[in-house]
């Protein structure tokens, strides 16, 4: 993944330097790449051309990066730590980093719809409409109206998980049907299947990034600690203990390893990465 | 163009409401709709498909008002006018503003994107490319850049127009090209007769938008007059007087005639766009 973002994001030295250099520091050197590992197990899954899945992991992973840049600024989240390095406006200014994000969001499309790539026309811009939904205000965009609208008021479990299954999940959904489109259209019932696969890794994502906040420190997390609590916003550790929270990711483990068992050894991958959600500690 | 934009929007009543409004606010009742004029009568030349050559000009159009929206933040332009209505920070909130921005840019491609559009799923991928690099760092994104390192520096009319050519005309020439690209793949001869005239709309509109600048007022144009020389920008009228800009802006409107001049009658829209740029009065 760090080679295929390093090839693709524009080099420091094409004009405007200070953008590129910017868009580089952002995107490479930190992050868990959860989503590209998402898009290759759903690859892995249905025999997917290297290529198209790399496009589809470099793509989902350019949305992510531009929104934790976008919601790393002042008038958001105002944070200056994140995957262990200043946030971009605070390495480098605040209207570099709006760019920087807006950048990244053209040039995931940009990957994605680049000829050259393998397989049918009809795939790729399915793969397309599908990004451009899970991003947008039906989907992570809309999932942090939501979050904006709910800091400092209490939101019944229903609220969150509206919030969660947008705000994140979106994009990780995104994540396993681009992987999993890169080898062509899927029967129903596989396509059923990993998107109930998703939905259950995303949420417990979630959960465990909310237990994580809480009970880790700042050095392990790479991003300020006791953020959520210290804002007001609601999470998980609002309306549960933390080991009625760990039980809670750890049933929702089982319900997505439930979902892939039809694929047998060639869901390994993708049984694998649900279980590091969520037995992670960063 | 208001009718298929207010189609395209996602309703004000669908949650999440308040990001809803704001972009219905942010892109209906207003502007000059020049790129998808262009749009449209790029597709009349080549007798292209009208509901595609509707969806490319309302992608354009969505990128347009995107990159409006982030341009009039604090960080940025710090605007409180366009459109002669507050901007979508003073409207909402910056943090709302900033997702209306980023939620526009997704439903660009979304729009662009969807299945059900009639044409070879070829020609629409590349629609979509041209898109994504006409906005992204090497095309509009990119020219914001140029501007910002520019803002209190003296520019050359080389790098004026460098930056010009980006920062506008990257998506002017995307408008021109995908209106045409609706009718299908062109002949090599044509693509390059659009592209010169496309080019020199472009730099006629921004050698126009230097001019009204300095010598409208507010209420005429909309947005605040006079501030392009408050905030130190370079400008056409850094480097000559108004009597030679209205005369270098004819000089670009000839050489976009004669760039369509091939076309015959089928060119008239897109002559009469050019007219009008360069004698608009706001």
């Not at 524009?10 to 405007?16: D, K, R």
């Not at 490479?28 to 868990?32: A, I």
């Not at 068992?261 to 060639?266: K, L, T, W």
């Given at each position: 993944m760090e080679a295929a973002l390093a090839r693709i994001l524009?080099?420091?030295?094409?004009?405007?330097q200070r953008l590129h250099a910017a868009m580089r520091y952002t995107c490479?050197?930190?992050?868990?790449r959860v989503r590209p590992m998402l898009a290759f197990a759903a690859g892995e899954v249905v025999g997917a051309d290297e290529t198209v899945v790399e496009a589809a992991a470099c793509a989902v992973e350019l949305i992510h990066v531009y929104s934790l840049t976008h919601d790393d600024l002042p008038c958001m989240d105002?944070?200056?730590?994140?995957r262990g390095k200043p946030t971009c406006h605070i390495q480098f200014d605040e209207a570099t980093a709006l760019l920087v994000g807006d950048a990244l969001q053209s040039l995931a499309f940009d990957v994605l719809s680049r000829?050259?790539?393998?397989?049918?026309a009809e795939v790729r811009l399915e793969m397309l409409s599908l990004l451009a939904r899970a991003s947008g205000s039906r989907g992570m965009c809309g999932g942090q109206a939501v979050d904006l609208a709910a800091t400092g008021r209490s939101l019944d479990l229903a609220e969150l998980e509206f919030m969660h299954i947008h705000k994140t999940g979106a994009l990780i959904q995104a994540a396993v049907q681009l992987g999993a489109l890169a080898g062509g259209f899927l029967p129903a019932e596989a396509r059923n299947g990993l998107e109930s696969y998703a939905r259950n890794v995303g949420l417990a994502f979630q959960v465990m990034d909310d237990v994580l906040d809480a009970e880790a420190d700042t050095a392990t997390l790479g991003k300020t600690a006791g953020k959520d609590a210290a804002q007001g916003k609601a999470t998980y550790l609002t309306l549960m203990s933390v080991p009625e929270a760990c039980g809670y990711a750890r049933e929702l483990l089982d319900r997505a390893l439930a979902a892939i068992?039809?694929?047998?050894?060639?869901g390994r991958r993708l049984a694998e990465i649900a279980q590091f959600v969520v037995k992670r500690s960063f």
């Open positions: 524009p080099a420091a030295e094409l004009a405007p490479l050197d930190g992050g868990k105002d944070d200056d730590l994140r000829s050259g790539l393998n397989g049918p068992a039809p694929f047998g050894p060639q």
